[in-house]
């Protein structure tokens, strides 16, 4: 990231006006993004009783985590009251292989598109950019199709091999144009060294990718853990994802609408998102400049 | 180590013909270097001889046994890249093991073969760093260290040299001379540079277009190039070409050429018999800087080797060791080489003295040597 510059010949009134104006700007945009994300932690952290009584955009008055625990536990997803907690293990056991399984092939396409260049490669990697364009409910009845002669219909394994697929366009290209900077004499010198396709791989080339890797672990994971149409289309019942989940939740009501619960169920639902964010959002952006500025 | 020949190797991508029918053959020990303008393929018949790609046709064998079909790893032989190629993750002393441990050489005799290339490239300190904290210098021996761990019988060195300043570029061209010289290796290295070419090499191969146009030794190549890109090529700064005549003067041959007043006549000492078709003829009169100079003493003996005449001079461009005189001659500008205290001012007419024992004459539409 560059540092930020002073522009020390030019600061008079003008500038200070400016400056203030545009902290304004942002400040309100701040506020635009993040009062929705105040309302619904706020809502999440009141009683029922509170809601009724109180204003949307009142704090709490008694801060009180039975909202968290009635989603995570007892929350109805249809008939079922035993809260959204398999269902976000679902979403475990879908995105981490999926995103695993998706970033690994995404790298040795990119290696071998770039490195050990074939007749028709540049096709091969036209046809998987085109993928990337494809929107999901084009393949949604093929797809079913496919999963039902594969015997994955309805399952969390069906779910993987859908995001798998779909992944690989996009990390494909991340690892292509990662790698494309990456210059050829590196490989052509572990060939001379007696080095194969894998072993250059595993011994040289994934070591220097931890940029890249980053970026296709967090772009997958997002796009997976965020998914509701495929999660909705090709798995049901006790294998639905979170995000299937959470509509169920909301948007099933029997008797009273509890707000607290749904806020509380859709924060735990974004929250896993968020952290991937937190942790590693800064490589994020370094990985997706780096390759471009090496060219 | 061992000897390497090319026979009749071509390399073609489709239609186009980058390397036509090359005939190199060099023994055990020897320097070759080839060299070339950008594009010459210099570099495409590198990675034929390392097997990095494939040739079209033609043999190349290292000692008795063909390699066309053997994979680079097992043609024994080692490479230094011009961009060094080190492997950015790991350490100095993982650089240059990991063709051995691919290879599958014990830790023992890895840990010994380390210590001593490291002792001999004096880069024993720096074993422990990654690539990235090391300058192009050290980077530079540490792609060496790994050529030479594996102690192949042919080194290939594909522009080495060329991302070093100007400093360290010289003193890395004395080292890799140095280090031939103390291990007698046979070595094949790509440059552009022709004084890289001249410094280095037992024998220089020069390529133009994917033809080889001269192989020969550097001294041979200098004072006799095969034709006029050769000529132009090697050496700085290049040989002067001026167009002449060649003619019969009193039963000498001399070069004669045009000028507005009088033509300057040059006779030729020791003229071959292969001139002798020439006579009446326009030629290529080649001459080098060094060849021409200021008034040499013993030049006004008849039977000199050094034959003078006066010529304005238009620039000087001092480099403190000469001073190089431009003047202009039959249309062209050329360059004499002056000692400095000799030097002229611009504008003066001089008296200069060409040195007839090294000069060159090349057929004007075929640009062979005569």
Sequence with gaps: MADIQHYSHDTGWKNTILRGLLYLVLTLFAIYYLFPLFVMISTSLKSLSEIREGSLISLPRVITFDAWTYAWNEAC????????????????????????????????NGYALTKWRFKGANIVFALLLFGCFIPFQVVLLPMSMVLGKLGLASSTSGLVLVHVVYGLCFTTLFFRNYYVSIPDELVKAATIDGAGFFTIFWRIILPISTPIIVVSVIWQFTQIWNDFLFGASFASGDNAPMTVALNNIVNTTTGVKQYNVDMATALLTGLPTLLVYVLAGKYFVRGLTAGSVKG | MASLTLDKVRKAYGPVEVLKEINIAIEDGEFLVLVGPSGCGKSTLLNLIAGLEGS???????????????????????MVFQSYALYPNMTVRKNITFGLEIRGVSNEDRDKAVADVAKLLQI??????????????????????????????????????????????????????????????????VTHDQIEAMTLASRIAVMKDGILQQFDTPQNIYERPNNIFVAGFIGSPSMNFINATLINDNGRLAVSIKRDNDPIVLPLKDAPESYQAYIGKDVVFGIRPEGLTHKRTGSDAPDSQYVNFDCKVEVIEPTGADTMTVVEIGGKEIVARVRPDRAPHPGEVMTFSADMSQISLFDPATELRI
């Design chain 1, 77 to 108: 997803v249809g008939v079922e009251c035993s809260g959204i907690k398999i269902y976000f293990w679902n979403s475990v056991k879908m995105a981490v292989p999926a995103v695993l399984i998706s970033t690994f092939l995404g790298a040795i």
């Design chain 2, 124 to 189: 024993e300190p720096l074993l422990d760093r990654k690539p990235s904290q090391l300058s192009g210098g050290q980077r530079q021996r540490v792609a060496m260290g790994r050529a030479l761990v594996r102690d192949p019988d042919i080194f290939l060195f594909d522009e080495p040299l060329s991302n070093l300043d100007a400093k360290l570029r010289v003193d890395m061209r004395t080292e890799i001379k140095k280090l031939h010289q103390r291990l007698g290796s046979t070595i094949v290295y």
């Design chain 2, 56 to 78: 079209s046709g033609g043999e190349i064998r290292i000692g008795d046994r063909v390699i066309n079909d053997v994979h680079p790893k097992d043609r024994n032989i080692a």
